[in-house]
């Protein structure tokens, strides 16, 4: 193929890939010069483009005249697709990758009832204290900082009710024990986007966690960052939501544009 039909080519990709990604961000049908504006390209490029994605059904004309929404080939498309993604097989690169950048145990749980499971890990390298539960391995909500972000998608009476079945009992003195420091801690996660964990399931150990969300928003699975209490580096949190983000991506969901999150320089 000549060289520049296929600059040509990827030139076009890119340009649907912005238009698509506009109309990812709109609920309601999304006009054609909200679309130009958004994506920097002209008007007639925008309607040019879209013709052909409306023709592969990728893209649905609008009850307005001029407005585009996504097709309902994407929905097929994302069934298929949905059918052979595994949560731990998706987060198994960003997981290295924050390994390789922290030289700390990073973790995978799910929630199972009161309890997070542990479905993968990659193990700290270096000789010292070291996080003993191993794949499989199971510990209450409210002790870990994944469980805690489980804990946030709850109601008010769900967490209630988890500290009535629970009595909140201590793995460690710094564990929380009593429902109005657990709300208040919730509260604080909600607003941040991250939970920790301050010595209150393992003494000597500090973690740190941010959800994966799949393509209907569930919090599906949470990733965390385990590693000596004096080696913890408060520079990890930027790098643990970014790379939740990614794999969240990566199964199917789109944040919402007061949702994405910008990662600052590592330090």
């Not at 498309?77 to 987060?91: K, Q, Y």
């Not at 079945?165 to 991250?194: A, H, V, Y």
């Not at 966690?209 to 209907?216: F, H, L, N, V, Y």
């Not at 520079?235 to 990566?250: F, L, M, N, P």
Request: hydrophobic share 35%; aromatic share 4%.
């Amino acid at each position: 193929m000549d060289q520049s039909v296929s600059k040509a080519n990827i030139q076009v990709l890119d340009r649907a890939s912005a238009i698509l990604r506009v109309l990812t961000q709109h609920h309601d049908p999304v006009n054609l010069k909200v679309i130009s504006d958004e994506t920097c390209l002209h008007i007639s490029t925008c309607h040019r483009i879209l013709s052909d994605l409306v023709r592969l059904r990728f893209v649905e004309k609008g009850a307005s005249a001029g407005t585009y929404r996504l097709g309902l080939r994407f929905l097929q498309l994302g069934n298929l697709v949905r059918e052979r993604i595994s949560v731990r097989d998706t987060a198994r690169t960003g997981m290295q990758r924050l390994h390789n950048l922290t030289r700390q145990t990073v973790n995978l749980s799910i929630r199972q009832n009161d309890n997070i499971v542990y479905i993968d890990r990659i193990m700290r390298e270096r000789p010292g204290i070291q996080v003993v539960r191993t794949i499989g391995a199971t510990a209450p909500l409210h002790t870990t900082s994944s469980g805690k972000l489980f804990l946030a998608e709850d109601s008010f009476e769900q967490i209630r009710a988890y500290a009535l079945r629970t009595n909140l009992e201590k793995s460690t003195p710094n564990s929380i024990g009593d429902i109005d420091t657990l709300l208040t801690e919730i509260s604080k996660i909600k607003t941040l986007g991250f939970a920790r964990d301050e010595e209150e399931l393992e003494m000597g150990v500090r973690c740190v966690a941010a959800g994966i969300r799949d393509d209907s928003g569930k919090l599906v699975a949470c990733l965390s960052i385990s590693s000596p209490a004096s080696s913890f580096l408060e520079g990890w949190i930027s790098e643990i939501k970014h790379t939740a983000d990614d794999i969240s991506e990566h199964l199917g969901y789109v944040a919402t544009p007061g949702e994405l999150y910008v990662r600052p320089d590592f330090t």
